[in-house]
Nanobody
Framework: QVQLVESGGGLVQAEDSLRLSCAAS????????MGWFRQAPGKEREFVAA????????YYADSVKGRFTISRDNAKNTGYLQMNSLKPEDTAVYYC???????????????WGQGTQVSVSS
C-alpha cells in the first residue's frame, strides 16, 4: 500500500511558476513509477507527466512539454512537478499517482493522492 499526499497548489497569474510535491509513504516509493494527472471542471482526467522508478525516463503531454518538468527524489520519498509559464488552461486539480510497473500515460495507476488545486488567472 502506498499513500500519496500532494501539496504546492495555489492561485497564480499567467506566466508564473509553481512546484507541486507528492509525498509518499508506505511501501518503498523507489519501486514505483509515478505520474501526474489533472482534471478541470467538466472535463475528464488527463495525463500530464510520468517518470520511471529510477527517474531515468520521463514522459509529457504535448500541452505541457517544455513548460513542466517531472522529477523525483527517492531518498525523500517525494515526487515533484515543476510548472513554469503557467496558462489559464492549466487550471485544474492535479493528482499524483503511483504504479508498481512501468510508467504509462494512461490512468492505469494503483494509488492516487487526493489532489491539489492549481488556478491560473489571466
Amino acid at each position: 500500500q502506498v499513500q500519496l499526499v500532494e501539496s504546492g497548489g495555489g492561485l497564480v497569474q499567467a506566466e508564473d511558476s509553481l512546484r507541486l510535491s507528492c509525498a509518499a509513504s508506505g511501501r518503498t516509493f523507489s519501486s514505483y513509477a509515478m505520474g501526474w494527472f489533472r482534471q478541470a471542471p467538466g472535463k475528464e482526467r488527463e495525463f500530464v507527466a510520468a517518470i520511471s522508478w529510477s527517474g531515468g525516463s520521463t514522459y509529457y503531454a504535448d500541452s505541457v512539454k517544455g513548460r513542466f518538468t517531472i522529477s523525483r527524489d527517492n531518498a525523500k520519498n517525494t515526487g515533484y512537478l515543476q510548472m513554469n509559464s503557467l496558462k489559464p488552461e492549466d487550471t485544474a486539480v492535479y493528482y499524483c499517482a503511483a504504479r508498481r510497473r512501468v510508467a504509462v500515460t494512461t490512468p492505469e495507476y494503483d494509488y492516487w493522492g487526493q489532489g491539489t488545486q492549481v488556478s491560473v488567472s489571466s
